[in-house]
């Protein structure tokens, strides 16, 4: 442990109480949201205390999505939520977990660098943690630090010690914790209860850390009795606790924080004043297109992890349904998503014309052979009959696929992901993923991470880039985020090309191979495809280009077919996906 240091950061800590997944996520990157908007150079940092590494390996349907960062790290979904509040890249360093402490001072302990010492919990895994925690708020005025899981567990109990010890070497005025508590109303009572709020207090407590904020999460609003009761549980200043009912929409909460002046708050407990007037009305006005649109477009999604039911399905795919809700805000209007399961068209294959009362259809990325018949015949379908249609990743793959077995004629076309023998594979491990994976274990055979496109001049991807202002012209380069082992074969390229395939992007190897990035049709309402993850990349006041385009031909589609929309039904679906 060190002395004293000069630190000019503010860190925000925030912690739960009483139950997960009541919204800790959406807390910090509303609090990073209102510190941007008031100028401040503002971070986010995500404690994991699991022992997994990364989230790479985590099953989708028991933890969420995989996020992937601009650097290549497979990180927890959290950090997505907060990129998309924020509106900046966030690198996997931000990411801390339980694995990478152990595993990096027990590298260090082989290697001999504690020169015989005895390696303890105390000094040397706070030590780490600590380190880590500074260096990913380097360079930054406000450092917010969500700490996962429940104040009491015992897994979380180092990250706390260790942002304790923080804040004695830093000094108390640079740190302000935040509790995120739930108040349950049981059926029988019909009653808001804050014993379990009170009990989360004393839990913190124990660790040496009175909270100066309490986010009170509930159905409904706090009401007077209940917040007496708390101010005198945790001698809190009253104007501190904030109230967090159920929203419709994650992107209602730092309106609702800025309502209550939580930001200046905050302001005031670290001693700063704006940099900068904050104007929340582009904000605002997304808002209110999600939370009350005059129109809806009913976007389906052909889905595989539907067998674990819809939460988990909807979880599985959170960044694509956030895409297509920031481009409906974009364009003005309300998305549903419909959820198809793919195996569905497998067994009842006259059940695809379902896919005629979808707007549009969006088939997601994933991985393994479940449900991919189904998948290439809804491709097959919305090709055939103009229903505008978005693949990612796999679905680029499953496109091409398609494409050569249905127009090249190339009818036992495949991915070698799901039919190693295939003499067509058109989908295939070039030779550098190979040799990866001959050589090394399953994560590091993905290509992962940001690259750049080269896009064609005049296609529907590059003027849609274009409109989004994410085009560099001088260069004609986009750069998206990827999560995948398998690329297009470039033997088959041409031919798909003479038979009216656009390849719309590439990225160029270092060995001069080109690796396809984009397809497009033309003389179709709208087909588009990459073997990115666009998704990575929409924030809620910056959508994804393609996105923005499948939401402008599902509008358009609409239109067409003056389809009536039942706000009610639009309504319940939006809370379900929440
Ligand atoms: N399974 C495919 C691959 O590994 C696609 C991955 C994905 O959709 N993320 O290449």
Redesign the pocket.
């Known amino acids: 442990m060190h002395a004293k240091e000069k630190n000019n950061t503010r860190f925000v800590v925030v912690s739960g109480g009483v139950i997960s997944g009541v919204g800790k996520g959406v807390t910090t990157a509303s609090i990073g949201k209102m510190f941007k908007e008031y100028g401040f150079k503002t971070t986010l940092i995500k404690i994991d205390p699991y022992i997994n590494y990364d989230a790479g390996t985590l099953r989708p349907t028991e933890h969420g999505e995989v996020w992937v960062t601009e650097d290549g790290g497979e990180i927890d979904q959290d950090l997505g939520t907060y990129e998309r509040f924020i509106d900046a890249d966030i690198p996997r360093l931000n990411n801390i977990t339980t694995g990478q402490i152990y595993k990096t001072v027990i590298d260090r302990e082989r290697n001999g660098e504690y020169l015989g010492q005895t390696v303890q919990f105390i000094p040397h895994i706070i030590d780490e943690v600590a380190e880590r925690i500074k260096k990913a708020a380097e360079g930054y005025e406000i450092a917010v630090v969500e700490i996962g899981g429940t104040v009491g567990d015992y897994e979380n109990a180092p990250f706390l010690y260790a942002l304790k010890f923080l804040e004695r070497d830093l000094g108390a005025r640079s740190f302000a914790h935040v509790l995120v508590t739930y108040l349950p109303v049981p059926n029988h009572i019909g009653e808001m209860k804050t014993k379990p709020t009170q009990q989360a207090i004393r839990l913190l407590s124990e660790h040496g850390v009175v909270p100066d904020f309490i986010v009170c999460r509930s159905e409904s609003a706090l009401d007077s009795v209940r917040h007496k009761k708390i101010v005198e549980c945790a001698h809190i200043n009253p104007d501190n606790i904030i109230s967090a009912p159920n929203a419709h929409s994650v992107y209602e909460i730092p309106l609702m924080f800025q309502e209550q002046r939580f930001g200046e708050k905050l302001l005031s407990h670290f001693d700063l004043s704006p940099l900068k007037n904050a104007d929340w009305s582009d904000w605002q006005e997304r808002v209110h297109h999600i939370v009350s649109p005059q129109k809806v477009v009913r976007i389906g999604m052909i889905g595989k992890y539907i067998d674990s039911g819809n939460y988990s399905l909807t979880d599985s795919y959170l960044s694509v349904c956030h895409a297509l809700m920031h481009a409906g805000a974009e364009c003005k209007v309300g998305v549903e998503v419909v959820w198809i399961d793919a195996k569905k068209f497998e067994q009842e294959p006259d059940s695809i014309a379902m896919l005629n009362t979808c707007d549009a259809v969006v088939v997601?990325?994933?991985?393994?052979s479940q449900g991919i018949e189904g998948k290439i015949s809804a491709i097959s379908y919305v090709r055939a009959n103009n229903i505008p249609f978005l693949g990612?990743?796999?679905?680029f793959?499953l496109a091409v696929v398609e494409y050569a077995r249905s127009v090249c004629g190339i009818s036992d076309a495949h991915?070698i992901?799901v039919d190693a023998d295939t003499l067509n594979p058109v989908?295939t491990v070039l030779p550098l993923q190979k040799d990866l994976l001959n050589a090394s274990a399953y994560g590091g055979t993905?290509r992962l991470g940001g690259y750049a496109a080269t896009l064609k001049e005049g296609s529907v991807v590059a003027t849609l880039y274009d409109r989004g202002n994410r085009l560099d012209r001088t260069n004609m380069t986009v750069w998206e985020r990827h999560?995948?082992?398998?690329?297009v074969n470039p033997f088959y390229v041409s031919l798909l090309e003479k038979a009216g395939l656009v390849f719309s992007g590439f990225n160029e190897r270092e060995d001069g191979t080109q690796l396809m990035e984009f397809l497009e049709l033309q003389e179709h309402a709208f087909f588009v495809a990459t073997q990115a993850?666009p998704e990575f990349k929409s924030r809620f006041a910056r959508p994804n280009p393609l996105f923005i385009g499948l939401v402008q031909a599902a509008r358009e589609r609409q239109q067409q077919a003056s389809i009536v929309y039942n706000a009610q039904l639009y309504k319940a679906s939006m809370v379900a996906q929440l």
């Open positions: 997601p990325g994933g991985f393994g990612l990743c796999y679905g793959q991915t992901e989908i993905m999560r995948h082992r398998y690329e993850h």
